[in-house]
């Protein structure tokens, strides 16, 4: 069965350095996603991704967070000078797109620990 | 705004018996649909059940079922039979057509034996 895939697993960064989460979405999906969730609450929208543009975005989302589809199949999120506060775990989930009602698949996620 | 609201922080079972966890929410768009998630200490995210607001039938799978109340905006999700497996956080969720999933805040099930 087609599956979300993320990696790292877990990513141990310095305070201040840049980094790249990366998700292979399901090969026919058309709408990308990604999540986060601080240790113990709930889980936060950041960004939805469609047609190679950014379709929505929280505030949470500010100037030091991007995302990228690089070359048809990775859905990148890139956090630019990393904080304490970004430690948490971060899922992407895609969707088929078309049709009525498309599930969200949720890849297994990224643990970010920001030192 | 889409708001999602779990009052029950904490909720504990006896294997074999019966539990509802509950949610509530709002939502200003006629077409949305709900879903329950549920996170094992692995934090995978794991989709429960799912509900479409234009239908009026409850969603049930297997031992898990929901209690939709439309003009209430609530959506409870009932599970039967407990088992030590379903021991887990477990997300209400809604999403507007197309749009991002709107998480609650959870309620952590605790399952004894």
């Known amino acids: ?115 | 705004a889409q708001t999602v609201t779990q009052s029950q922080p904490e909720m504990s079972v006896q294997e074999a018996e019966t539990v509802t966890l509950s949610c509530t929410y709002d939502t200003s768009e006629s077409d949305y649909y709900l879903f329950w998630y549920k996170q094992p200490p692995s934090r995978q995210m794991i989709l429960v059940i799912r509900q479409e607001a234009y239908k009026q039938q409850n969603a049930t799978e297997n031992r898990f079922s929901v209690n939709f109340q439309k003009a209430a905006k609530s959506f409870s999700l009932k599970i039967s039979d407990s088992q030590l497996g379903d021991a887990a956080m477990y997300f209400c969720a809604s999403m507007e057509y197309g749009n991002k999933l709107v998480f609650g805040a959870g309620t952590i099930l605790r399952v004894k034996s």
């Open chain 1, 1 to 115: 069965e087609p599956e979300v895939t993320q990696t790292p697993s877990h990513q141990v960064t310095q305070m201040g350095q840049e980094v790249i989460l990366r998700c292979v979405p399901i090969s026919n999906h058309l709408y990308f996603y990604w999540y986060r969730q601080i240790l113990g609450q709930k889980v936060e929208f950041l960004v939805s991704f469609y047609n190679n543009e950014i379709s929505e975005k929280s505030e949470i989302f500010d100037d030091q967070f991007s995302v990228e589809r690089p070359d048809g199949s990775n859905f990148t999120l890139k956090i630019r000078s990393t904080k304490l506060e970004d430690s948490a775990m971060y899922f992407c989930a895609s969707r088929a797109g078309t049709g009525g009602y498309n599930e969200q698949f949720f890849g297994p996620g990224t643990r970010l620990t920001v030192l």
